[in-house]
């Protein structure tokens, strides 16, 4: 299989401060990659370095064959990006935004028109295409952005925290196309700080973090490296935790909050097994809550810190 | 098709946005010729009566002195629609699309330079065509008025390309008000209104100096009179040093990094 992107030691400073310290990595053609981690990781960077609009200080970049440095305009050709702050015309309407990208691919007029209209149905903007953008919602606008995105049909397409501040629509559209266009060979690479959205999406993930890639893999080798999920038990008395705790056995007790931890994977039927074997002391329960696995459990499985202790301020410099 | 050929349907297409634009919040044109018509109807009232004080000459009356003047002006207001323009293009992030897209990277700014030219030239067309109506009387031939057409589309690259530059420059659109706020007052500090013999002091040395006096005085020369040829070659050199330079900045900060 070819590789459609391919980085080897990426480095990048920002005004003396490290954004990306040496990133590796390779996507297959026709692939979805995720890059996850939190604010401040260097994702966006790592992005812009790949769509030829930041310069790497070291390293080399491959994009469809092409060194991103060298001849940036082969990768162009070859790329379509989605980024965090919606790249839309806001004084033109949603048609005439499309069609200004048709123009832009040297689509011919009738063409142009038609994967226009295509798109817009596709994205659920047909009863807005004759509206300005200034007047869509944040949603809308990341729909149109993702359409024009599509108009010239890239064979690798960037996607930078396409879902952050979404809607759930919207989001379930974003999903949805990014399936189809995997389907027809396209190779998806996409940041995210969320884990169920890499889980869901993609064939390998890379965790990166401080602007290094700390882990990578399946979304299953990943998650078989993080602390599985556990039902938490809060109890009214320390006579009903000790009770249960005699019954379940395996779990971790925490005496200052009267919370048991049990591990499950915290599904109905799970949860519902657990307070069976209960039986009676299930009558002390004050709360039970389902604890999953996320990017904070992620973070601190695979660095020993957390996510907060990362800076904001670099990824959004623009 | 060939990179010259792509680069002029690239400018063509980013051409179209623009005028778009300006058609779509025609507000901006009507402001920016109705300021100098305004501007030519209050210096008429204000200083008509005292053309002969002036030095204007015996035969030339003061709307004939002032026209080219309000017609830098018009230019001038032009350029800060320009500059706003380019700005919010760079601050709103569809550049970073035009950026990651395979056309050619001249065309995002020359598609706002030619639309200055075009919205400029009608705005101009305007302001002679109303002074005209209030007794402007040029003399120009239509070899003159070439002329004019000609000095006045350099004047505009002039500005254009600096207005680009500035507004690429500009992280906020509060960061353009210094360019538009020279452009605007230059005028006034030249010899639109008042010959620069009669100021005194430091402020006639100024007004006597500054870039859009040549230009003012190769215009007034070509529609009303006879242009003396050192004044003309000093608008030529004043109007393309200016363009190179705005150009060259434009393209040297259109290369940076996104991020910076």
């Known amino acids: 299989m070819t590789s459609a992107i391919m980085a080897a030691g990426v480095r990048k400073s920002f005004g003396g401060k490290v954004v990306l310290d040496g990133v590796d990595l390779e996507v297959g053609a026709g692939t ?14 790592m992005v812009q370095i790949m769509s030829t609009v930041v310069h790497a200080d070291v390293g080399e970049v491959r994009i469809a064959g092409h060194d991103a440095a060298r001849n ?32 832009l691919h040297h689509l011919g007029r009738a063409e142009g028109r038609r994967r226009a209209a295509a798109l817009l149905g596709q994205f659920d903007l047909a009863e807005a295409a004759a509206k300005t953008v200034a007047t869509y919602s944040g949603g809308m606008r990341r729909r149109l952005d993702l359409a024009m995105t599509l108009i010239g049909r890239p064979r690798i397409i960037f996607l930078d925290e396409p879902t952050s501040g979404l809607d759930p629509r919207s989001r ?9 266009l995997v389907a027809d060979g396209v190779t998806i690479f996409l940041t995210t700080q969320q884990l169920d959205e890499a889980d869901q999406l993609a064939d390998q993930i890379a965790v990166l973090d401080h602007g290094k890639v700390v882990a990578a893999g399946t979304p299953d080798e990943l998650k078989r490296s993080i602390p599985g999920a556990h039902v938490r038990l809060r109890f009214a008395d320390t006579k009903g935790i000790e009770a249960a705790e005699r019954s379940l056995g395996g779990s971790f007790r925490h005496d200052d909050s009267l919370t048991l931890e049990v591990p499950s994977d915290g599904g109905a039927i799970a949860v519902r097994t657990l307070l069976n074997r209960l039986g009676d002391t299930a009558a002390d329960i004050a709360e039970v809550s389902v604890h999953t696995p996320d ?12 996510t907060a202790e990362t800076t904001p301020e670099t990824e959004n410099a623009r | ?23 779509r919040y025609p507000v901006t044109i009507v402001v920016s010729v109705g300021v100098p018509v305004l501007m030519l109807l209050l210096f008429i009232g204000v200083f008509g009566a005292l053309k002969a004080g002036l030095g ?30 380019v700005n919010r293009d760079s601050t709103e992030g569809i550049i970073g699309r035009f950026r990651t897209m395979a056309i050619s990277p001249a065309s995002v700014l020359s598609g706002h330079v030619t639309t200055a030219l075009i919205r400029t030239l009608v705005g101009v067309a305007v302001v002679i065509g109303v002074a005209i109506g209030l007794g402007f009387r040029p003399t120009a031939d239509a070899g003159r008025w070439l002329a004019v057409a000609g000095v006045t589309v350099l004047l505009v690259l002039a500005l254009s390309w600096l207005a680009v530059a500035i507004g690429l420059a500009a992280k906020t659109v509060e960061g353009t008000t210094g360019f538009i706020l020279i452009v605007q007052v230059l005028p006034f500090i030249s010899s639109a209104f008042v010959p620069p013999g009669q100021m005194s002091g430091s402020v006639r040395w100024f007004a006597a100096n500054e870039p859009f006096t040549p230009v003012i005085d190769t215009l007034r020369g070509l529609m009303t009179g006879t242009p003396s040829g050192g004044t003309v070659i000093a608008a030529v050199l004043w109007c393309a040093g200016l363009a190179l330079a705005g150009y060259l900045s434009a393209r040297a900060l259109s290369r940076r990094d996104l991020n910076r």
């Open chain 1, 32 to 45: 979805t990659f995720s890059l996850l981690g939190p604010n401040g990781a260097g994702k966006t960077t």
């Open chain 1, 72 to 103: 940036p305009v082969a990768v162009r050709a070859a790329i379509g990006v989605t980024g965090q702050f919606s790249a839309v015309d806001n004084l033109l309407t949603g048609e005439e935004n499309l069609l200004l990208m048709a123009d």
């Open chain 1, 172 to 180: 379930r559209i974003m999903w949805q196309t990014v399936r189809e």
């Open chain 1, 295 to 306: 990017l904070d459990d992620v973070f601190f499985a695979l660095t020993g810190h957390p």
């Open chain 2, 1 to 23: 098709m060939t990179s010259m050929a792509l680069a002029v349907r690239d400018s063509a297409t980013m051409t179209r946005r623009s005028l778009r634009h300006v058609l």
């Open chain 2, 56 to 85: 204007t000459g015996p035969h030339v009356s003061y709307i004939d002195y002032v026209l080219p003047g309000i017609v830098v002006m018009t230019a001038a207001y032009g350029s800060s629609i320009t500059t706003q323009s």
